[in-house]
């Protein structure tokens, strides 16, 4: 079972971006601008933005701020396949198990 609150709501965001592909599939390479973006909006920022301000004002905002989310995901994702709720395939993409299914349904089955 997850308990660490970040961890499961980190989770419950991977696994249901997953369930809405029809193989079940994530790839590193799209979630973390996915995770970079919600980030940002709170502060009326995109990642385009970002890299518009960088190329203005020779800063390397964007670059840092991808390796850091980056890393996140990598460490969540460890985790993740570690608790056997996902399964790490080719080229950075990542499967939700039938354990990672079954645990989604059950963060959500209240919710309906």
């Known amino acids: 079972m997850i308990g660490d609150l970040e961890v499961g709501a980190t989770f419950a965001g991977l696994a249901y971006l997953a369930a809405e592909h ?3 599939r994530i790839d590193r390479a799209e979630i973390w601008k996915e ?27 964007h670059n840092s701020t991808a390796k850091r989310v980056k890393k996140a995901l990598d460490v969540s994702l460890a985790a993740l396949v570690h608790f056997g709720l996902f399964e790490k395939g080719p080229q950075n993409t990542y499967l939700l198990t039938t354990a990672g299914l079954a645990r989604l349904l059950e963060l959500t089955k209240d919710q309906g």
Do not use: C, I, V
């Open 22 to 24: 029809p193989n079940g």
């Open 35 to 61: 995770w970079a973006e919600a980030e940002l909006e709170p502060h009326g920022l995109s990642l385009q933005e970002l890299k518009r301000l960088d190329h203005e004002q020779g800063l390397a905002t």
